[in-house]
Each structure stands twice: as C-alpha cells, then as structure tokens.
C-alpha cells in the first residue's frame, strides 16, 4: 500500500488540504469459478444438512443482533446467504422485505425462509456487490466474506448501497481459524517433502477488520471475536466436513494433490499436539462479529477536541456517589 501524501493549496484566506489517497493493488488470492462449483456440488449433496452445524449456530447469532436493534427494516439484504444461514432465523416482524443473495443457485433454491417473512433470492457474486444507491437499510453477512478477493471494495459497495444511518452486520472467520489443522500440514509436509505448501487458504485478522470498515466509510464500529472449538474423531473427518460445508481451499495457489505418506504423517502430528481429554482431536474457528454504520448526522458525534471541562484526575471528585446509592456493608 503506497500512500500518495496530501499537498496544502493557499487560495487567498482559504487553505485547500488534498485527502490522501491510497493506491491497494488488488491481488487475486481466491478462484471465484471453483467456490462456486464447490458450493453447489455441496448443496446437491443429500446429507447437505449434516454439514450446516457451524454456519446454522453463527447465522442464529447474527439474526439475534439483529433483533437487538430496536427498529424495523424495510428493505434488507443477506450477502453470502448460503443455504439461508441468517434467512431462515430473520423474524418478519423486524424486517420487512429480504434478498438473499449468493454465488450458487444450488444453495439459493434451498432457503426456506422464516413464517412471515417476505423474502426472494438472487444470483449474484459477492464480490460484484450491486445495488442501488441509498436503497438499503440493513445488509447481513455470515461466513462468506473471508472468500472474497478485494474486501475493502465490497465493503465500499456495501456503504453505497446503504441509506443514510443504514447497519451492516457481519461474521467471518478470523485468523486463527483451524490453527491446529494449518499446523500439523506443515509440520508433516516440511518432514516429508522439506518445504511448505498452503493448504489452509488465509483469514483476515481482527485487527484488520475495522480499519477495512473505516477505509469502506463506515463509522461507530463495534468488533468482537468469539471462538468454537469443535471435536472430531480425527483430522480426517475434519478435512471431510470441511468438504461437505463447501470450506475446501480455493486459492489459485494450492496444490492439487497431497500424498498419502504426508496426510498420515499430519494426522498423527495433529492427534499428538492437539488431542481431546475425552477422544479424538479438537479444531478452532475464530468468528469475528462486527458491525458498522453509515454515517448520518443523526448520529451521535464526538465533542471537538479541546472542549472538555474536567481533567481524568479530577474524575474521582467529580463523579460521587449519591447518598443512600451503593451497597451497604
């Protein structure tokens, strides 16, 4: 990232200040084409359902922030919708009408929806986000966005389409998503073969979130992470889930084949570094939860700098508590 410094214009009285802008080559990480097959060859799977535990559990999550929001939506989207992960837990009541937009048309035509609520669906890639300016007022994200390629334009396309004091809510895994999967591959294939290949495609860190949403134009951030740690019998069923969720790596840059001689050696090591205390071995999926506002000026705004009256170290006088207040001994 190579920031263009900003130049001070003086016009008579008025000082012009040029914003700084900054040139992010786009570099593409992921194969679009191959999510997409990926997805639908899961979606037309029959035990597709026996796969949905991890997206189900954070998809009821994020409806229920929704819900904490004490308004009603009139036009919403749910951006990545999968088999309907958010859809199919949004209450009619809190929003009124709602698009469910995915890569797969597979995975489309299996939302079911929630009673009440007023929803249709639509083709669309992620990454090609394309809505009508100011036309929403709620879009929803729930474990879609860590497949995109240029995030921080998604995230512009998402502020454009977004009304004035518009919310977007999001989930995506984190960086320390499978961890201990990522380890155990590379120590057996630095073992057998003496160097590292990426099988477990790159996350986005938490701290990386909110300055993307900045650089989107969102304001009155809130990120928190929260992690599931989930048991398998071992790494072999682990790699199977992860196939039957449609998670299996689609960077451009994985290699087609791992041996067999590396894939035992790898379950041993993740069997011996990460096992239960009860059976079998453990994964993590970090989930980053965040939400982000367009701005307003309805919205609350910061004081100007300066304007405070009372020093920190006065705050102990300052706030007292009130006579008969707190508890008594």
């Known amino acids: 990232m ?11 009285s008025v000082v012009l200040q040029q914003h700084r802008q900054y040139c992010t080559p786009v570099v593409n990480i992921f194969d679009r084409n191959v999510k997409r097959l990926q997805r639908e060859r899961a979606a ?5 359902e026996l796969y949905d535990y991890i997206k189900e559990e954070v998809g009821y999550r994020l ?6 929001i004490k308004r009603q939506f009139t036009n919403a ?7 309907g992960y958010v859809t199919n837990h949004v209450l009619g009541e809190t929003v009124q009408k709602l698009t469910a937009v995915d890569l797969s048309p597979a995975m489309l035509s299996q939302i079911k929806g929630s009673p009440g609520l007023d929803f249709s669906i639509r083709e669309m890639d992620e990454e090609r986000f394309q809505f009508e300016d100011d036309s929403l007022d709620l879009v929803v994200s729930s474990l879609s966005m860590h497949w995109i390629n240029d995030l921080p334009a998604c995230f512009r396309a998402v502020n454009r389409a977004l009304k004035p004091d518009g919310v977007f809510i999001g989930a995506m895994f984190g960086g320390d998503t499978l961890y201990e999967l990522r380890s155990a591959l590379q120590l057996a294939e630095q073992e057998r073969k003496g160097g590292l290949a990426p099988h477990v495609s790159p996350f986005t860190q938490i701290r990386d979130v909110g300055m993307l949403l900045n650089r989107g134009g969102f304001t009155m951030l809130t990120i928190d992470t929260d992690e599931l740690v989930i048991g398998y019998p071992s790494m072999y069923e682990l790699m199977f889930d992860l196939q039957g969720m449609a998670e299996s790596n689609a960077a451009f840059n994985r290699p087609l084949h791992v041996g067999r001689d590396t894939l035992m050696a790898a379950a041993a090591i993740y069997k011996d570094m990460y096992a239960r205390k009860e059976e079998g071995v453990q994964a993590t999926f970090q989930i980053i939860f965040f939400v982000g506002w367009k701005p307003c000026a309805s919205q609350p705004q910061p004081a100007e700098r ?7 170290k006065d705050l102990g006088k300052v706030m007292t508590p009130k006579e008969g207040s707190g508890c008594k001994k």
């Open 2 to 12: 190579l920031p263009m410094l900003g130049k001070s214009v003086r016009a008579g």
């Open 44 to 48: 037309k799977r029959e035990d597709v």
């Open 63 to 68: 409806a229920d922030r929704i819900f904490d």
């Open 77 to 83: 989207v749910d951006l990545g919708a999968g088999r």
């Open 306 to 312: 300066g304007s405070g009256t009372v020093s920190f």
